[in-house]
């Protein structure tokens, strides 16, 4: 019997066990420790002992398999997954380092059921590209039971201006849209995806990860409320300008492919007031929104990945 535990570092650090290709257990670390959006902290300073990795205390894994959001170099990383080794079991371990929109898109795939199908994956970054100095946001893939291949990818320098205000980083590079291993690459130094969504977060007032009470009170726009109009404001433009974002990647899938499923995942997609108006926006295609979008789903995504294309 094959034993496979996949595990996300990233925010919403989660455990997923398979055996035999089929998923057992999924855990998520802040189900243990009541902290939300739990992110692993950084072993050099301290040693963290995850209470989810208790739950498989008896198990030997054949393999373990790690995913993260791409911190920028697997040296980084290493830390994050050595600490984790010391508390299980295992015959073999693998890092994937630049596979964090796949494993979305393998996770929408393994929850849908359907024999093939375009994964539109939208987050507020993922793996890094050139120079690890973007920050991948779009991302359109195409899977089946045996094959997957991405097509699109978008990405975008001003993560770091989000975290550190580096304006040099913003306007280091110029928009560019490129091929790659017949991949179509797009650079911006704009705000797009994800990203945009957390500036209007951060330009509303909000905090980080607060997303769900913006996207709520967007309703409320033309309505009598006590809610300052300015907020209402922004967090109307952040629903209407990402919804046409996510129109316009729609309708770029449908030009790769015509294939008439589409999964919607990465954490944008936790937008359920959006996927609504994209599901009624597009009538003639096959919706399905990944269950676990945001970034513990990764740890099933991997799994998926590792045991059926690697």
């Known amino acids: 019997m094959s034993k496979i535990l996949g595990i996300n570092i990233s ?11 089929v998923l057992k257990e999924y855990y998520e670390e802040e189900r243990f420790n009541k902290i939300k959006h739990f992110v692993p902290p950084d072993p050099f300073y301290k040693k963290y002992k995850y209470e989810g990795l208790k739950k498989f205390k008896d ?16 040296l980084i ?20 380092d630049k596979e964090h929109h796949l494993s979305h898109a393998m996770c929408g795939y393994y929850f849908s059921k359907f024999k093939e199908a375009i994964a539109l994956v939208t987050d507020g970054g993922g793996e890094r590209i050139v120079n690890n100095n973007f920050q991948t946001v779009e991302s359109i893939i195409k899977i089946d039971n045996n094959t997957f291949r991405k097509y699109y ?11 550190f205000d580096d304006r040099e980083v913003q306007t280091k590079y110029c928009k560019k849209e490129y091929k790659n291993n017949m991949v179509d690459i797009k650079l911006t130094n704009g705000n797009i995806g994800g990203i945009k969504y957390i500036k209007y977060l951060r330009k509303a007032g909000f905090n980080y990860k607060e997303e769900g009470q913006m996207m709520g009170i ?17 967090a109307h433009k952040a629903q209407e300008e990402t919804l046409q974002e996510r129109i316009e990647l729609i309708e770029k899938a449908l030009t790769y ?13 936790l937008n359920c007031a959006n996927n609504f108006k994209l599901v009624k926006h597009f009538s003639n295609l096959n919706f399905f929104v ?7 789903g990764t740890a099933v995504g991997i799994v998926y990945y590792h045991e059926n294309y690697i």
């Open 257 to 269: 492919s015509d294939c008439k499923n589409i999964i919607l995942t990465g954490g944008y997609h």
């Open 290 to 296: 990944d269950p676990i979008p945001y970034d513990g």
């Open 59 to 74: 198990i030997i894994f054949d393999d373990v398999v790690f995913i993260s959001y791409d911190r920028g170099h697997p």
């Open 218 to 234: 967007a309703a409320y726009k033309n309505k009598n409320t006590n809610i300052d109009k300015n907020v209402l404001e922004i």
């Open 77 to 96: 990383e290493k830390p994050y997954v050595d600490n984790i080794l010391e508390q299980i079991k295992f015959k073999n371990f693998i890092f994937y």
């Open 153 to 163: 990818q978008a990405a975008t320098n001003v993560r770091e201006d989000f975290w």
């Open 11 to 21: 925010h919403n650090c989660s455990f997923a066990y398979f055996e035999d290709g």
